[in-house]
């Protein structure tokens, strides 16, 4: 196993680069230029003088296989994603400050939707073609179809409108007061875990329709097991395979979903930041940001790779 992970990780190293060269490439080919509109919005006697000295401070007068050379040897050899050129901050630290508010909702909207979509997935397959069964599957198409911020922005709009309520807009620590928190962030991580839970719930239900269809199941049917031993202890946990990959490229999208509910209900964290330096034409942060979320796909993608020979001992790495 050690020596796949270590392969693993070795051809993710061009996946890296590719990816950041490419946004390297195409936020500098984004109209406009972010250092003539910070010097309008100064008030100096010089502007372009000032101009340049700005952009050789910031290494933004190098050539610009110069400038991608310097910014992947910051990285690799110090950890280092560049300075935002609007307040002269380190990327990586307001990256760091923000990073807990998504993590949060990330989490709470991946368990939300867990608990959402494998139970439904469940009941829908044992009681295949019922009533209930046509009702859940609509559920899981209807959760597919809807997008998170059409879904948010009527949320916000209908209990605005008929209970005079609206979601707390200043952000409150978990650890200071746990209500306020939960208060701001169960709402966004509900519509998000509704939007995430409708591929699990249709994957759990085809999966375990497959597995109670095979011999052993049926021997154990014979043997006069019930059915709640035969679901969860034989079926579940063959059924989870192709799920656990479903659930892992859910988790990349979650970063995706963040940034528009972020935005709209003024949680203070990575997706709206990033939102904010795009308007900005803030470069290191786009950069900065499109690194860590590469960087995580790479890692969901092998824990989900590694996962599968704790669901099925028949699997092995070599």
């Known amino acids: 196993m050690y020596k796949y992970i270590l392969r693993r990780s070795v051809l993710a190293i061009p996946t890296l680069l590719i990816a950041t060269m490419l946004v390297f490439t195409m936020v500098r080919l984004v109209p406009g230029d972010v250092l003539d509109t910070i010097m309008e919005e100064s008030l100096v006697s ?3 003088k000032d101009v340049e000295m700005l952009k050789a401070e910031l290494g933004l007068d190098k050539p610009f296989h110069v400038q991608y050379w310097n910014f992947i040897t910051g990285i690799v050899t110090r950890g280092d994603l560049g300075v935002t050129l609007r307040n002269r901050q380190p990327v990586l630290t307001e990256i760091a400050r923000r990073m807990p508010v998504t993590l949060e909702l990330a989490i709470m909207a991946q368990i939300l939707a867990l608990v959402i979509a494998i139970p439904i997935g469940i ?3 044992i ?3 019922t009533l209930l069964d046509y009702f859940f599957r609509s559920v899981a198409i209807a959760n597919i179809s809807i997008p998170s911020f059409w879904l948010a922005t009527l949320v916000i709009t209908l209990t605005a409108v008929w209970f005079r309520w609206v979601p707390p807009t200043y952000y409150v620590a978990p650890w200071e007061n746990p209500i306020e928190n939960l208060k701001m962030f169960f709402i966004p991580a509900l519509i998000l875990g509704l939007v995430l839970s409708g ?3 249709r994957m759990t239900r085809t999966m375990m329709l ?11 049917w014979s043997k006069g097991l019930t059915e709640p031993t035969i ?3 034989h079926a579940l946990k063959n059924a989870l395979i192709p799920v656990v990959t479903v659930v892992g490229l859910e988790i990349v999208g979650l ?3 963040s940034v528009v509910l972020e935005s709209i209900f003024s949680l203070p964290g990575i997706g709206s930041y990033f939102i904010n330096a795009l308007r900005l034409r803030d470069y290191p942060i786009i950069q900065g940001i499109n690194v860590m979320v590469v960087a995580w796909v790479v890692l969901v993608n092998l824990a989900v790779d ?4 704790f669901l099925d001992p028949r699997i092995r790495y070599r």
């Open 210 to 220: 497959e597995v109670m269809r095979h011999d052993y199941i049926r021997t154990a």
């Open 123 to 125: 009941i829908s397959a």
């Open 306 to 309: 590694l996962s599968y020979a």
């Open 46 to 48: 010089e502007p372009t």
């Open 199 to 201: 591929r699990v719930m």
């Open 231 to 233: 679901i969860y202890r």
């Open 255 to 257: 970063i995706g979903g």
């Open 127 to 129: 009681r295949q073609d």
